[in-house]
């Protein structure tokens, strides 16, 4: 994926409160500008101690930037990103289950982990999507599958805020 591409057109199985929703990418990305940020998995250390709560706690800023939406995407069902929202917290950053990855190999974001004993996962980015099209583009360096490290430097929220 890069600038200019169109996001995907998945389906996504979301669940809320206790009934299945099935949404497809129109109902996250048509006529709005939005955030998506993309990790590797609910309840990693990473990922729930500094990517998802810096979003959330950065929401308001990103609003008052001309965003109307953040959503946060990770190959998970929607079980674990519903208790992982709730785990820490998250009122305001809409929680996206992929848990097929379809929407994250569309995106050519997935990638093996299966060093870590994950299986497939996303790669760590984020992006600001208007409309359903790619504006900008935030990928974590040393994209590969079993990368030993896990890259956290340019896709946080603060660096996304800094470049809005």
């Known amino acids: 994926m890069r600038v200019n591409n169109t996001v995907p057109n998945v389906k996504f199985k979301c669940r809320t409160l206790g009934e299945w929703v099935e949404k497809d990418t129109n109902d996250f990305f048509k006529g709005k500008r939005v955030i998506l940020f993309s990790l590797p998995g ?34 998970n069902d929607a079980f674990v990103m519903n208790a992982w ?6 009122e305001k950053v809409k929680l996206i289950p992929d848990g097929s990855g379809k929407f994250t190999r569309g995106m050519g974001m997935l990638v093996e982990k299966d060093d870590k004993g994950f299986g497939y996962r996303s790669w760590r980015y984020a992006a600001i999507i208007n409309d359903g099209v790619v504006e900008k583009l935030y990928e974590e360096p040393g994209f590969k599958d079993n990368c030993t490290t896990d890259p956290f430097e340019v896709s946080n929220a603060e660096n996304v805020l800094q470049n809005l």
């Open 42 to 75: 609910a309840f990693t250390p990473t990922c729930s101690e500094h990517q998802l709560p810096d979003y959330e706690k950065n929401y308001n800023n990103f609003l008052n930037k001309g965003i109307d939406e953040v959503y946060c995407i990770s190959v």
């Open 85 to 90: 929202g709730k785990d820490l917290g998250i």
